[in-house]
């Protein structure tokens, strides 16, 4: 995937989660039944899967953030993923004047939903065998929304299995999560617009995002890249299942079974430690020199992507 490509791919995403190009960095949404609960940003991250605590602790640590002294306020409630917040109306202003005004928000976004969504999507999709630009989009969407690693045993077959191939493996895969979305609890089987999208891109041959598209009653060209209109985010996980939280240096310091699964995994990845439980500063060192490995952000803290690196 080519640089336009990929900046078409996330076109496509900010128009099924904001219903624009470009996305809208101060979005900020909170749908009944939605197990993510309060939702920010370009492509509206949740306050119930952790990651909306992991955009504002990342934008609070920038010497440039114009607003982190009012967002660190709020960090130990985003966190603990206290729900509460959902109603609290000062925050959601904060987020939208942030998301709107500031510009050292709007590339912190940027960076986030990069490492933490489109680098492990292309990862995972190359994986699978997926080598064409929408295919990766599909499963890029997928990761936004969430339910990837649900959907695939639903297909029935890989890539290769009796002479598919990745076109219709994509066209089987569209298929099944359409069907698991409309299975799912009010309001998701409302979001099955992404997969008719993608269904028609399939039937129009859009394999490598020539522009222009026409996806969701919204342009995607060379223009409209460059520029700019409202769809709304709906995670596709079950509320049953809550996400591990972040884990980072804190006083006191973390501890518990969390911690010492993460401590075991940087022992296999060579990163040796007494594996105590305990998120202190050795850890937090370690964690750094793991993530400076992978390329990643060395902020110290373990949220999904410096989770899944690790294999957890």
């Not at 909170?30 to 993510?36: A, C, E, I």
């Not at 949740?46 to 010497?63: E, Q």
């Not at 969407?141 to 290769?160: C, E, H, N, T, Y």
């Not at 490995?293 to 690196?309: E, M, Y």
């Amino acid at each position: 995937m080519n640089e336009l490509q990929k900046r078409t791919a996330m076109a496509i995403i900010n128009i099924f989660e904001t219903g624009r190009v470009n996305g809208d960095y101060g979005a900020v949404t909170v749908l009944k039944g939605d197990s993510g609960h309060l939702t920010y940003g370009r492509s509206q991250t949740t306050l119930g899967s952790g990651n909306l605590f992991l955009l504002i602790k990342a934008y609070c640590d920038r010497a440039d953030a114009c607003f982190a002294a009012e967002f660190r306020t709020y960090l130990p409630a985003l966190h603990a993923r206290d729900f509460a917040l959902d109603k609290n109306l000062e925050l959601r202003e904060l987020l939208r004047e942030a998301g709107r005004n500031d510009k050292a928000m709007q590339a912190e976004q940027d960076r986030f939903f990069e490492a933490n969504y489109f680098n492990p999507a292309i990862k995972a999709a190359l994986a699978k065998g997926v080598s064409t630009s929408l295919g990766q989009t599909v499963v890029y969407d997928s990761f936004i929304q969430g339910g990837f690693r649900k959907v695939i045993p639903l297909i029935g077959a890989s890539i290769g299995d009796d002479g598919i191939d990745e076109q219709e493996w994509i066209r089987k895969y569209v298929s099944a999560r359409k069907r698991w979305l409309s299975g799912l609890k009010p309001p998701l089987p409302g979001t099955v617009y992404r997969m008719d999208s993608f269904a028609r891109l399939i039937d129009q041959g859009a394999w490598e995002l020539p522009l222009p598209l026409t996806v969701h009653g919204v342009v995607i060209s060379n223009e409209t890249l460059e520029g700019v209109p409202l769809v709304l985010r709906v995670s596709a996980v079950d509320p049953d299942e809550q996400p591990a939280k972040a884990l980072y240096l804190t006083n006191p310091y973390m501890r518990g079974p969390e911690v010492q699964a993460v401590q075991e995994a940087l022992n296999t990845h060579g990163f040796a430690n007494s594996r105590d439980g305990i998120f202190g500063p050795f850890t937090e060192t370690l964690v750094k020199q793991f993530q400076e490995s992978r390329g990643f952000k060395t902020d110290g803290l373990v949220g999904p992507a410096t989770r899944s690196a690790l294999g957890l």
